[in-house]
């Protein structure tokens, strides 16, 4: 062999294990690339998920208390805008709060339901004009003519629902 062709073999050579180094490193970059962007994304679910855990909230609204939710809010909203309430409050639970000189006591069964008997009609008649019985004297509108009719009514209503 010349110098020459010695020469050429060793370049020849030389350049085809670069050549042999690249391929290898190509096609290593191609397999593990997606290998690591898979890793990569899994980690990152596993870490929005922890996040998540991490960052929420103490209490919870589950679909199957919504029902009990629902079911107190009229009852609040009632309880606040019954006018029979009001009216039993600011007037007849003079008498009618403790059975005061024979009145029905409010929430007494007993002391109700001959009252209760009567039929509402008549009722509201006695609240609105007064009422002489056996037990003592109602008087008309419980004694507060600024009261109107449907307030007097409303309070019988309320007395005869909530209050026997
Ligand atoms: C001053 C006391 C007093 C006040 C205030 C009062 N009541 Fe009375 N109420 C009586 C008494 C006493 C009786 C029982 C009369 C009887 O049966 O002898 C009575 C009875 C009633 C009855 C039963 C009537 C019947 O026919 O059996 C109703 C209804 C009534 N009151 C509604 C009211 C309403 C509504 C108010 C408020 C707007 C009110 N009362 C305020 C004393 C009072």
């Known amino acids: 062999m010349t110098d020459r062709k ?11 294990l670069v050549a042999v180094t690249v391929v290898i490193f190509v096609v290593a970059q191609m397999t593990t690339s997606g290998l690591r962007l898979n890793a990569g994304k899994t980690a990152l679910a596993q870490n929005q998920a922890a996040i998540a855990a991490r960052i929420k909230p103490v209490g919870e609204v589950t679909v199957s208390s919504a029902p009990v939710v629902n079911s107190l809010i009229p009852a609040a ?3 606040v805008k019954d006018p029979g309430k009001a009216t039993f409050q600011s007037t007849c639970v003079a008498c009618h ?6 009145a029905p006591k409010f929430g007494d069964k007993a002391a109700w ?11 509201y008649k006695h609240a609105l004009h007064g009422f002489s019985g056996k037990a003592g004297y109602m008087p008309a509108k419980g004694g507060n003519p600024g009261l109107s009719d449907a307030d007097v009514e409303a309070a019988v209503r309320y007395m005869v629902v909530h209050g026997k």
């Open 6 to 16: 010695v020469y050429k073999t060793f370049t020849g050579l030389v350049a085809a």
């Open 97 to 102: 709060g403790a059975g005061v000189a024979g």
């Open 113 to 123: 339901a001959p009252h209760i008997a009567k039929g509402l009609p008549t009722l």
């Open 77 to 79: 909203s009632a309880a």
